[in-house]
Each structure stands twice: as structure tokens, then as C-alpha cells.
Nanobody, 121 residues
Framework: QVQLVESGGGLVQPGGSLRLSCAAS????????MGWYRQAPGKQRELVAA???????NYADSVKGRFTISRDNAKNMMSLQMNSLKPEDTAVYLC???????????????WGQGTQVTVSS
């Protein structure tokens, strides 16, 4: 079994910062691309940022220059540093990872439960 657990969400004022973390645990052979998605009420889930196992990153236009994604391959962890937060960043943030549990198994897509980020004064 593989589990992704997010942490670090909360309530922050506009202009503030938060750091989200995602920890992968369980039977893991290799983790490929990891990413953060978000879903606001009444809106579709959207990709916020993603990072490959080699460290290549891509960001949604709406967060470029404000958010930074990183990962620690040795610890099977990923983080999202969010600065200059805006009310429109309010959403549930979900961790996603493409994980291979064994050298002979196919790569599967896994999701965390999500962590709430609320940006409000």
C-alpha cells in the first residue's frame, strides 16, 4: 500500500506565506513526477505545480513567481512554498504522485486526502 499525506495548510492573511508538505510512505520502489493540485468550491481541480524526479518544474501561470515546488527524493517528500498569497488561492490542495511499487509493477497514480488553504483577512 502507498499513502500520501499532506500537511501545512491553514488560514493566512493576503500577502502571507504557507508551506505545504507531502510525505509518501508504504511500499515504494520509485517515485516519478509529483505535483500539487488544488480545487476550490464549484471549480475544477487544477494543476498548481509539478516536479519530476530529476527536478524539472512547471507551474500554473497564476502562481509563477509566488510558489516554489521542491522535493527530497531520499525522504520521499515534496513541498510547496507559497508566498504572496491571494484570496483566489483559497482551495483544498492535494498531493499527487506517480509511483512504482516494484520494479516489475506498472506506475500508478496516487492522491493525498488534501489540506485546506484559506487566504482571508
Amino acid at each position: 500500500q502507498v499513502q500520501l499525506v499532506e500537511s501545512g495548510g491553514g488560514l493566512v492573511q493576503p500577502g502571507g506565506s504557507l508551506r505545504l508538505s507531502c510525505a509518501a510512505s508504504g511500499s515504494i520502489f520509485s517515485i516519478y513526477t509529483m505535483g500539487w493540485y488544488r480545487q476550490a468550491p464549484g471549480k475544477q481541480r487544477e494543476l498548481v505545480a509539478a516536479i519530476t524526479s530529476g527536478g524539472r518544474t512547471n507551474y500554473a501561470d497564476s502562481v509563477k513567481g509566488r510558489f516554489t515546488i521542491s522535493r527530497d527524493n531520499a525522504k520521499n517528500m515534496m513541498s510547496l512554498q507559497m508566498n504572496s498569497l491571494k484570496p483566489e488561492d483559497t482551495a483544498v490542495y492535494l498531493c499527487n504522485a506517480a509511483i512504482q511499487q516494484s520494479a516489475t509493477w506498472s506506475v500508478q497514480n496516487y492522491w493525498g486526502q488534501g489540506t485546506q488553504v484559506t487566504v482571508s483577512s
